[in-house]
């Protein structure tokens, strides 16, 4: 059953340094998608991707983040100056259609000393 | 600001017996709904699912009812199951000339089936 795939599944670092979370969406899915969860919280949108372009983002979603499709299969996301806030698992997802099933990776836990 | 709401944080229920998962929702802009399963240490598991012009869906032993009025929503499980032990989370999307797959979640109610 196709998956969609997530590296590193847990990556520690220092505050301030960049951090890149990788996702292999499924590959015939259009709509990507990251979510994140904080320990013992709820699971929280951060943005939504489709054509090469952001189409939503929350307000979580600032200017340390950003998100790449580099190639036909990779979708990353970037924390360019990670704070202690930003310890978190994040959760890369992919839908075939809008408003289809998503379907989530096993998640990246970043933890942020 | 809680849009959709899980109001117990965890639910146990004796195996072969009847678990209903509650919802609560603030946004009338909201018109569809989806139930995720999540084990520890995987992602979230899309469940079952109902858009806002139906009342009921079922698949097999999960039946999500929506109640507009209400702003509510139940997943039904029947008959429980010890693999059903997980958490589940209830999350709504504007999607219908709204957000495209924001969805917002709920914290979550950890179920726990006993054997």
């Known amino acids: 059953e196709p998956e969609v795939t997530q590296t590193p599944s847990h990556q520690v670092t220092q505050m301030g340094q960049e951090v890149i979370l990788r996702c292999v969406p499924i590959?015939?899915?259009?709509?990507f998608y990251w979510y994140r969860q904080i320990l013992g919280q709820k699971v929280e949108f951060l943005v939504s991707?489709?054509?090469?372009?952001?189409?939503?983002k929350s307000e979580i979603f600032d200017d340390q983040f950003s998100v790449e499709r580099p190639d036909g299969s990779n979708f990353t996301l970037k924390i360019r100056s990670t704070k202690l806030e930003d310890s978190a698992m994040y959760f890369c997802?992919?839908?075939?259609?809008?408003?289809?099933?998503?379907?989530f990776g096993e998640g990246s836990r970043l933890t942020v000393l | 600001d809680q849009q959709v709401k899980q109001n117990s944080p965890s639910l146990s229920v004796q195996e072969g017996r009847i678990s209903i998962l509650n919802c609560d929702y603030t946004?009338?802009?909201?018109?569809?709904f989806l139930w995720y399963k999540k084990y520890p240490a995987e992602g979230p598991t899309f469940l079952i699912s109902?858009?806002?012009?139906?009342d009921k869906n079922e698949d097999g032993r999960f039946t999500v009812f929506l109640n507009k009025s209400a702003k509510h929503l139940s997943l039904h499980i029947v008959p429980s199951q010890p693999g059903d032990s997980a958490v589940y989370f209830c999350?709504?999307?504007?999607?219908?000339?709204?957000?495209?797959?924001?969805?917002?979640f709920g914290k979550g109610t950890k179920l726990s089936v006993k054997p």
């Open positions: 997802a992919s839908s075939e259609i809008l408003y289809g099933e998503l379907f």
């Open positions: 590959s015939n899915h259009l709509y």
């Open positions: 991707f489709y054509n090469n372009e952001i189409s939503e």
């Open positions: 946004n009338s802009m909201f018109d569809y």
């Open positions: 109902i858009s806002s012009i139906k």
């Open positions: 999350a709504a999307s504007a999607g219908y000339g709204g957000s495209q797959g924001n969805l917002i």
